[in-house]
């Protein structure tokens, strides 16, 4: 047989039997021109390789996430959900970096000198529950790494007169003492609430999840790394 | 949630930093890249009762990102169009092999891969960027394995054309040729 381009490109890919490999091996050894070649498919795929390589490391898109987390729910429980409706003003504000609070300041959350704290069943909820269906009328979305140790969770709430959506983060991930801070949040139409709770990942606008992109350092947490996660920041 | 779903949708987010790579490969923009990934995942998620368990999720992905595409790419009848962005631009002159393998900037990788035949394209993005095997691809492509050499074949000969040269060394060789 002869020595095709072809069969030299395929021995590069370690695409050929162990006898032709050998084979191949041997006549690189005599033959520098051929040693060339190899050399040469070998550079163009390590090069090919290195510059794709970079998009492995960007930060993946929370929307495709929230995708298919929501999917996947959607799916097992055999239902559509629809997507809550944010208000433009709030959302356009979250752009600017405002943090807006609703009109009635419900005792979930708590105004300190530096913004809203959550208190009572939503900050147990953010302490210990798992991103899925909602726990006392809160549902958590995500949870992603946040810097410095830090951790922020996207959540709905139903506050009774009104739902929320927002993301809160603490300092210290793994201390439970750390306070739950609000850094966004936005007020949903009421309608939404049941079928959103049902579905939270898929359930967060577009800006609530901008919100926290903004916010994170890594990527969101997968079903097992919250729940240890969860088990760590209570084992303190 | 049921296991099963979980495990689907843990498996199917690790995958998407690959789905976006394979995606780039194949559509050479970063918009195209998101529409696809995105299409891609609502197909997986639709379709999730056809994967089984204990095959390779990355391979039944990405069969449909690449039928996807193709679907695309009709619908559209968009043109193979090579886009030379500035960042592919550099290094006039120089001898293009040694900067190939030295430096080869994902701006100019994505404007060789996208002058490619569709088909060969899809080949060089599972085999050389991905890491299939010849074998995996075409199971992946649905097509016997010496098409997938064969196309591997002519798809790096041109990639050598296209990247052995600067994108416009013929311009420079013109504005030489006048003076």
Known sequence: MTMTD?????????ELSDDEMREISALAQADPAIAA????????RAALGDAF?????????????????????????????????????????????????????????????????????????????????AVNGVAIAMTTPAKAGGVCRAFLADLGDQSIEAVACAESANEPSSPWRVTAMATRAATDSDSAYRTAAGAV???ILAALDAQRDGDPFGADQELAWIKARQAR | MTHAASDFSNALVALLPRMRRFAMALTGTAADCDDLVQDAI????????QWRPGTRLDSWVFRIMQNAWIDTTRSRRVRAAVSLEDEGMDAPGVDGRAAMEAHLTL????????????????VVALVLIEGFSYREAAEILGVPEGTVTSRLFRARTALDAALAGPPHLAVASARKEAR
């Not at chain 1, 072809?6 to 370690?14: I, K, S, V």
């Not at chain 2, 609502?42 to 009762?49: F, N, Y």
């Not at chain 2, 990788?109 to 569709?118: D, I, Q, Y």
């Open chain 1, 6 to 14: 072809e069969r030299l490109m395929a021995y590069a890919d370690n």
């Open chain 1, 37 to 44: 070649k190899i050399a040469h498919f070998r550079a163009q």
């Open chain 1, 53 to 133: 390589a970079p998009i492995l490391q960007e930060p993946t898109p929370l929307h495709f996430v929230a995708a298919i987390r929501a999917g996947a729910r959607r799916s097992s429980q055999g239902g559509w959900i629809r997507t809550g409706a944010i208000g433009m003003a709030m959302a356009a504000s979250f752009a600017a970096g405002f943090v807006i609070a609703p009109p009635s300041t419900p005792s979930v959350l708590v105004a300190d000198a530096n913004g809203l704290v959550a208190q009572g069943v939503l900050r147990d909820a953010l302490n210990t529950q798992a991103s899925g269906a």
């Open chain 1, 205 to 207: 606008s577009p800006a």
């Open chain 2, 42 to 49: 609502e197909r997986a998620l639709t379709k999730r009762a």
């Open chain 2, 107 to 122: 701006a100019r990788a994505k404007s060789a891969l996208a002058a490619l035949p569709p088909d060969n394209r899809a």
